[in-house]
């Protein structure tokens, strides 16, 4: 073998496998950016981004002024020719030595990995298109470098037996292939790595399409985004009473984000009603808009963990449109679809008693982020958003909950979801060290929809302490709360809970998330030193 790869002929048809190896994992990085909907997941886009990141700002400077407005694909354009010319160079050295063409790969993969998880609130799928190119060129160039091999073996076996091309039966390389065979097996690979590139651009442009209609897309202005006065205790350390949007806690099934044209969505609202309705943005705009702060929360919030999130949803409520639907009597539940096939069960009885459930297509102002469910969602305060909360919602049928299972609910969790009363100390937080003498202890409390009327805290088993509250603007939304401590020496066991508006105690009895809700007291050590 050291003889025929050795050969320049050899070297050349490596080097080849390993650009068209390369290529290959470029294209399938770019269907897999497009089928998650992340243009920023592309690894040549993500080492970009990470180079402009990384680059002192002189030479960034330098590149803009020299450049222009052609920057980013100048230096696009560089990349890939680097990753090209690093393809030719893995195929060298595969040829010589199978392993180093993977660690080549490998090499390049890890950086795209790095590079995308660098991205700013990057989530874990962005990895995914790197691993795969990585994969899928050292896969391509291990089986070309294969094939190359043999051919060049039995072009060696040819010109041994003085037939060229032609090695007798029995040999080695007899089922090995000629050049035009590897020139077409080659041909495919290019022709298949162009089709997947090219489906992972429509797919990514489409996305781009959506993410351009969501920044004009009308949100009527709610009179002030502005946090209502009192509500915020403006703490160090405190979550802040509004959730910003880009860092509201984000969970869903959904591996790509839905991307939903808003001029094509449609919402079905049938069933048990006596007029079905059928409802374009431009219909929903034109009905009575409301704006309401709501925090929601996910059933699988841990006791003093962070999946709770407040905001100024604006849209329309659903009772309203439930009304014009006219629910026939009998009705129990709403059954409710989103755009990638997810579902949920909500009583009717929550949409309908008076609570500002509603449709919302605006989050703090501004158009819902993909992420969130643009271009609509339902928001419903008191219940966990997996019986309530339907990101990019397309279907709403009234019935009766005998009659189905939705989504979360045949995998064990309960058809009933309403929020448990909760209190999460924020500050100091969990294992901090703290100067003894006055310590702010300060965090947030929620029961939607209910209120909360009381917080409590007690250090080291002693008597439970009445925290002082913020303002609470709405019952929808958490409450800040904080106590004063005075704090001595040594490690000591923080506890909160709360009560809600109807003068309930959060309950102490410790459950875990399944199959309703986490419950128990937050529970801290701090060591004041
Ligand atoms: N379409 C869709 N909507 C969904 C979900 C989902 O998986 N798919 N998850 C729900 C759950 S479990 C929660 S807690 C909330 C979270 O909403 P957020 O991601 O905007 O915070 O969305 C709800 N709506
Ligand atoms: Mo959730």
Request: aromatic share 6%; hydrophobic share 45%.
């Amino acid at each position: 073998m050291g003889m025929t790869n050795s050969r320049p002929g050899f070297r050349a048809w490596a080097a080849g496998a390993g650009v068209v190896a390369a290529g290959a994992g470029l294209a399938l990085a770019q269907l897999a950016a497009g089928l998650i909907a992340e243009p920023r997941s592309v690894p040549v886009v993500a080492v970009g981004a990470a180079f402009i990141d990384v680059i002192p700002a002189s030479v960034r400077e330098f590149g803009i002024r020299t450049l222009g407005t052609a920057d980013k694909p100048v230096l696009v354009t560089g990349i890939v020719v680097l990753v090209v010319a690093l393809g030719a160079l893995a195929g060298l050295a595969g040829g010589w030595r199978r392993p180093l063409g993977w660690l080549v790969f490998g090499v390049l993969g890890l950086v795209g990995v790095l590079a995308a998880a660098s991205r700013p609130d990057a989530g874990t799928a962005a990895v995914v298109p790197s691993v795969l190119a990585a994969l899928t060129a050292g896969g391509v160039l291990a089986w070309a470098l294969r094939a190359v091999e043999r051919t060049a073996e039995r072009a060696e076996a040819g010109r041994a037996e003085g037939v060229r091309g032609e090695p007798g039966a029995g040999s080695v390389a007899a089922h090995a292939p000629g050049r035009r065979d590897l020139l077409l097996r080659g041909g495919l690979v290019v022709a298949g790595s162009l089709v997947a590139a090219g489906a992972g651009s429509l797919l990514l442009r489409r996305r781009g399409a959506v993410a351009d209609a969501r920044a004009s897309f009308p949100v009527p202005r709610p009179p002030t985004t502005a946090v209502p006065a009192g509500a915020d205790l403006h703490i160090r350390d405190l979550t802040p009473w509004r959730t910003a949007n880009d860092v509201f806690y984000r969970i869903d099934t959904a591996l790509s984000v839905p991307v939903v044209d808003p001029a094509t969505w449609r919402l079905r609202i049938h069933g048990m009603v006596d007029r079905p309705l059928d409802l374009t943005v431009a219909d929903l705009r034109s009905r009575r808009i409301v704006h309401r702060w709501v925090t929601l929360t996910c059933v699988s919030n841990e006791v003093g963990g962070d999946l709770a999130g407040n905001a100024l949803w604006t849209g329309v409520l659903l009772d309203d449109l439930l009304k014009e639907a006219r629910v026939r009597p009998g009705a129990d539940a709403v059954k409710s679809t989103s755009a990638d096939g997810w579902t949920c069960g909500t009583p009717l009885s929550a949409l309908t008693d008076g609570r500002s459930a509603m449709l919302a297509f605006g989050m703090n102002g501004a158009p819902l982020p993909l992420e969130h469910g643009f271009p609509v969602r339902m928001v419903v305060p008191g219940l966990y958003g997996y019986v309530s909360a339907t990101k990019w919602v397309v279907d709403i049928e009234v019935t009766t909950f005998d009659r189905f299972q939705a989504y979360w609910t045949t995998r064990g969790w309960s058809a009933q979801g309403p929020i448990k009363t909760a209190s999460r100390i924020d500050v100091p937080a969990s294992g901090a060290n703290v100067p003894a003498g006055t310590v702010t202890v300060a965090g947030v409390a929620w029961a939607q929809h209910r209120g909360v009327s009381r917080v409590e805290v007690r250090a080291g088993g002693g008597a439970w302490q009445v925290a002082r509250l913020a303002g609470q603007p709405t019952k929808d939304s958490w409450r800040q709360w904080t106590w004063t401590w005075q704090a001595p020496k040594g490690t000591h066991r923080l506890q909160v809970r709360a009560f809600d508006g109807t003068g309930q105690v959060q309950t102490a009895a410790v459950a875990p998330p399944a199959p309703n809700g986490a419950s128990g007291y937050h529970t801290i050590d701090v060591t004041v030193g």
